[in-house]
């Protein structure tokens, strides 16, 4: 698998801060991976983010964007890479129509207005939002807001989008449809995410989980094996998955398998107990 | 303090003739000292409904009385103070109104400008720094120096310091962690058991069926529903058109009834859910 974010050895701490915020991490990120970094509020996980895009810069370590270490000189071509979705869409409107928004990015990089028309309803199309272009971005739900965000990132062609807890304003329709829609994109365009998240429920499409604790990777695993943690997730900050938390309810005197399952796997365990009766 | 809503209407264009109604003759009465979530769909009108309890929007039609005050069309702005000091409002995001340079003098601001001497208002803040779950320590940093889930606190501590009668909560804890979550709506079932009423915002399910003692479902400005969360989520007329989602143990529960489960009433909590489950699963052996 070809890496596409690489880190080394990182380290930063905020100014007037004694502890740090990322402490030595190493990490490989693959590309077109879904990968999610789970952690409580302070874990730096925010952190990580502003890191990888530049916006402030490591003590000490590397980042490599797609084979390229990140130093002064280069950040500029590397974020053209990345693109943020941010957790409230409220603030990253800047356009009086859906489609000056989702330009944007474009106009900043200075594309000639014709491509940029096209790209433009390109990316609206992929988000299915084309029939609100003349719209007022205030006038659309949580869940239309956030997905005129992602085209306006998808606008601007990147390679990486990072989700920075991006659903967590959302009803659970618009929650689902986004995370639906990142999915699709991930596949069709070829994406790597990285979707930053405290909740556990929200992983379950991604590929691989990275548990975040103190600036400092506690886990590493497919979604089985951390959610597999059960209760010690609690230690970090997290939620324990539902079904744990019901398998724990139903005690051990119910003839159910060891380890996690899955929703419709527990659904099937307790239909079996139920025909076998 | 007991709130009733009486054929509330509230127009936010009078002069249009599509005009756009927040609210269509909602009446209900949200009780004395209890917990009630107010639910519904985003723009669904939640938020302009509890805008009228301490009279930040008034009604084009109709009336609320807050404890022994009449809000009307025609009640005016002056002397609302009385009112405002006795209902807190946490909006969304509340860190947004962090303003002050230090955690302590952003706590004292509330209850300054209702009138409290300055040697109250600190007492206050540092009362209830420590109910929020943060030290006194943080008294004296720039609320600008914390973390996204400690600003919630300092914020929330800062409505509090001013002792409100009734507490309305617009969404609290979107954004924190989940145990920072759990903390925060467990201050806030325990400042209910001190005896202050709580009013709930809320897209999260499973925090209205573990700690709301009743619930409200608007619907395009209209009250669909107010009972029990236990009886609301049964209501099959609301999930048949989704006006409603369920907290995940009915919708599990939901799922198990397709094939040999059954289930009268839909569990609300884990608790409910494995209980039914153990029952129906032992029931039958023993019998």
Do not use: C
């Not at chain 2, 001497?117 to 004296?140: F, N, P």
């Not at chain 2, 720039?142 to 606190?153: E, I, V």
Request: a negative charge; charged letters at 25%; hydrophobic letters at 40%.
């Amino acid at each position: 698998m070809e890496k596409i974010i690489s880190i080394k050895d990182l380290n930063y701490t905020y100014p007037d801060s004694q502890n740090a915020a990322i402490d030595h991490l190493t990490l490989d990120i693959y590309k077109n991976e879904w990968l999610s970094i789970v952690g409580k509020n302070g874990s730096g996980k925010s952190t990580l983010t502003k890191l990888i895009d530049g916006l402030i810069e490591a003590d000490s370590g590397t980042i490599a964007v797609d084979g390229q270490v990140i130093n002064e000189k280069n950040i500029w071509n590397a974020r053209t890479k990345i693109g943020i979705i941010f957790q409230n869409p409220d603030h990253q409107f800047v356009g009086a129509t859906v489609e000056d928004d989702v330009a944007f990015g474009l106009e900043n990089q200075g594309m000639p207005r014709e491509q940029m028309l096209k790209e433009v309803d390109h990316a609206l199309k992929l988000v299915k939002m084309a029939d609100f272009k003349k719209r007022d971005p205030q006038s659309l739900s949580g869940g239309q807001k956030q997905r005129v965000a992602i085209a306006g990132v998808l606008a601007t062609r990147p390679q990486i989008v990072i989700m920075d807890e991006s659903t967590s304003m959302l009803d659970p329709d618009g929650r689902k449809t986004v995370l639906d829609l990142i999915q699709q994109l991930r596949k069709e365009q070829d994406l790597t995410i990285i979707s930053i998240t405290h909740d556990i429920e929200e992983t379950e499409l991604s590929q691989r989980i990275v548990v975040l604790n103190s600036g400092k990777i506690v886990k590493d695993g497919k979604p089985d094996v951390i959610y597999n943690l059960g209760a010690d997730l609690q230690e970090y900050g997290l939620d324990e998955p539902f079904t744990s938390k019901l398998m724990s309810v139903l005690g051990k005197q119910l003839k159910l398998p060891d380890g996690y399952l899955s929703e419709g796997e527990l659904k099937n365990q307790l239909w079996k107990l139920h025909s076998n009766m | 303090m007991e709130i009733t809503f009486e054929h509330v209407t509230h127009s936010y264009d009078v002069n249009s003739p599509t005009a756009n109604l927040g609210l269509d003759d909602v009446s209900f009465t949200i009780k004395d000292k209890l917990f009630t979530a107010i639910v519904g769909q985003t723009g669904s009108g939640k938020s302009t409904l509890v805008r009228h309890i301490n009279a930040l929007l008034k009604p084009t039609s109709g009336s609320i009385k807050v404890g022994d005050r009449l809000l009307t069309p025609e009640t005016n702005n002056k002397n609302l103070k009385p009112l405002r000091k006795k209902i807190g409002m946490v909006f969304q995001f509340p860190e947004s109104q962090l303003f002050e340079e230090t955690v302590e003098k952003d706590i004292m601001f509330g209850p300054m400008n209702f009138g409290a001497t300055e040697e109250e208002a600190r007492t206050s803040a540092h009362k209830m720094i420590q109910l929020v779950g943060l030290d006194e320590s943080y008294l004296k940093k720039s609320p600008f120096d914390l973390s996204g889930g400690q600003m919630r606190r300092v914020a929330i501590a800062g409505v509090l310091a001013s002792d409100p009668e009734t507490i309305i909560l617009d969404e609290p804890t979107a954004g924190l962690d989940p145990v920072g979550r759990k903390e925060i709506m467990d201050l806030f079932k325990q400042l209910q058991a001190e005896g202050k009423t709580i009013i709930l915002i809320t897209h999260n399910m499973d925090d209205v069926a573990n700690y709301a003692d009743e619930m409200a479902v608007i619907h395009r400005g209209k009250l669909v529903a107010h009972g029990l969360p236990q009886e609301v989520f049964n209501n099959q007329e609301l999930l048949k058109d989704n006006l409603l989602t369920l907290p995940q143990s009915a919708e599990f529960a939901q799922d198990l009834a397709q094939k040999d489960f059954k289930f009268d009433q839909l569990p609300i909590t884990i608790a409910e859910l494995g209980a039914k489950i153990k029952q129906q699963l032992s029931g039958e052996t023993n019998g």
